[in-house]
Nanobody, 132 residues
Framework: QLQLVQSGGGLVQSGGSLRLSCTASGFALDSYTVGWFRQVPGKEREGVSCISSTGLTTNYAGFVEGRFTASRDNAKNTVFLQMDSLKPVDTATYYC?????????????????????????WGGGTLVTVSS
């Protein structure tokens, strides 16, 4: 079964840090661009970050630039999102998603509105709650 398994969410105080993990099962993640998206109930899903299949290219939404860092360990079939200096407005369910790198690279468009349509596989989401 092809799936992305997420972990690492939770409750943290404003200014704190969390690291999300996204591990592929049933396929090799090193052929995929991975995106991170988040959603708050009642609002559209928004792109947060993406990382290329090699890890050499990353992109970030302006509202997380300088605070979040995407990385990957292809030997472990896992991608990470390190979230620092968290703010209450970062509270959301975070999803990782993967798209074949030969079809979808990590570009600004990948995490812009509609970019999630290119993603083939999705994690189940993990809730991040930042208290003030």
């Amino acid at each position: 079964q092809l799936q992305l398994v997420q972990s690492g969410g939770g409750l943290v105080q404003s200014g704190g840090s969390l690291r999300l993990s996204c591990t592929a099962s049933g396929f090799a993640l090193d052929s995929y661009t991975v995106g991170w998206f988040r959603q708050v109930p009642g609002k559209e899903r928004e792109g947060v970050s993406c990382i290329s299949s090699t890890g050499l290219t990353t992109n970030y939404a302006g509202f997380v630039e300088g605070r979040f860092t995407a990385s990957r360990d292809n030997a472990k079939n896992t991608v990470f999102l390190q979230m620092d200096s968290l703010k209450p407005v970062d509270t959301a369910t975070y999803y990782c998603a993967a798209a074949l790198a030969r079809r979808t690279g990590c570009r600004a468009a990948t995490i812009s509105r509609g970019g999630d349509n290119a993603m083939a596989y999705w994690g189940g989401g993990t809730l991040v709650t930042v208290s003030s």
